[in-house]
């Protein structure tokens, strides 16, 4: 694949209609460079590298961020409400939100969301014990939304044998 067709296909997004699309190529031509100037001036584009990534939970954690960052707003009212909530419990601090709960913020954030994109970058450099088939089966549930694309970025020729 050349690299700048990349910034042509995600300014046609909205034409096009696949809601799955996969940037496959080598290491070092550019890919994720073209995918990130493509969408610095877009907005619902969230970009998420699986660089080092050890399990699918600390991929919900930045999904779950990112989503809460662009609507910074709606955060801090959250944030600011729950000031008067006591949190600890026997000298335990309840973590909010529980990693459990993430999945299913998500899943509410992306279904009154619309036309958002999610990029998936550097599949191939997960840690070995990330099943890739977690993320696969995060897509398939997401992009049963309409609204909801999927860009994949990777260099299949390094993926390692599982």
Do not use: C
């Not at 460079?33 to 584009?45: A, G, L, P, R, Y």
């Not at 949190?87 to 990693?99: A, E, V």
């Not at 998500?106 to 990330?130: A, G, H, M």
Request: proline share 1%; charged share 30%; aromatic share 12%.
């Amino acid at each position: 694949m050349e690299a700048a067709k990349i910034m042509d296909v995600i300014d046609k997004l909205d034409d096009l209609p696949y809601r799955r699309i996969l940037f496959d190529g080598t290491w070092g031509i550019g890919k994720t460079i073209h995918t990130m100037d493509s969408i610095k001036d877009k907005e619902n584009f969230y970009y998420i590298s699986l660089f080092g990534k050890r399990n699918i939970d600390a991929f919900y954690q930045e999904l779950y961020y990112l989503l809460l960052s662009k609507h910074e707003a709606k955060f801090k009212k959250v944030l600011n409400s729950m000031k008067n909530i006591n949190i600890s419990h026997f000298g335990f601090n309840i973590s909010i939100p529980l990693i459990s709960d993430i999945f299913i913020s998500i899943q509410k954030q992306l279904k009154i969301k619309s036309n958002i994109t999610i990029i998936i970058d550097d599949l191939e450099r997960k840690n070995d014990d990330f099943d890739i088939k977690e993320v696969f089966g995060f897509i398939d549930s997401i992009t049963k939304n309409k609204g909801i694309k999927i860009i994949l970025v990777a260099s299949s020729d390094n993926f390692s044998n599982q």
